[in-house]
């Protein structure tokens, strides 16, 4: 097996863990730890896959400022007072069979697939993944891009 596809099943399965442990957790701040190896996982694998900016928004935006919001949200809400929900069970059944009928989906159309990329002419390939974002930024999409940082700067005025 490749080395590539070994780690990247390696932090794929963290990631996925750290999702699970992170809605099973009763502790709030557990599960803001399980958020963020997950978060980091998240960016390993834009690595692997050569997506340098993706990482380093993930890295920056996901794992370090929302973090720290959902950390400071959850110093200044009260969590002493657990509360009581009716049909918990019901509900947890639920989204159960909810979520292994999806996952049943997902597996079955990988299992259809057949696993070969479609090619890709070498000629469409830029230098690096930052160069394409940069050149589809100030080229395809400069108004939306324009709109957004004047709604930004509205928002922050």
């Not at 097996?1 to 932090?11: S, V």
């Not at 990631?15 to 709030?28: D, F, L, P, S």
């Not at 918990?88 to 979520?99: G, K, N, P």
């Not at 830029?126 to 930024?137: F, K, R, T, W």
């Amino acid at each position: 097996m490749d080395w590539g596809l070994a780690i990247f099943y390696f932090f794929a399965a963290l990631a996925v863990v750290g999702g699970v442990m992170m809605i099973t957790r009763k502790n709030a701040v557990h599960s803001a730890v399980y958020l963020v190896l997950t978060f980091v996982s998240v960016a390993a694998i834009y690595i692997l896959l050569g997506a340098e900016f993706l990482f380093a928004v993930q890295v920056l935006v996901y794992a370090g400022g929302i973090m720290v919001l959902f950390l400071f949200v959850i110093m200044l809400y009260n969590l002493e007072e657990p509360r009581r929900f009716s049909g918990v069970r019901l509900r947890l059944m639920t989204s159960a069979v909810v979520t292994f009928l999806l996952f049943g989906m997902l597996v079955r159309q990988f299992a259809r697939s057949t696993g070969t990329p479609a090619p890709i002419g070498s000629a469409l390939l830029p230098e690096s993944n930052l160069q394409l974002v940069g050149a589809l930024l100030f080229t395809d999409y400069l108004l939306p891009f324009e709109v957004v940082s004047v709604l930004l700067l509205v928002a922050m005025i």
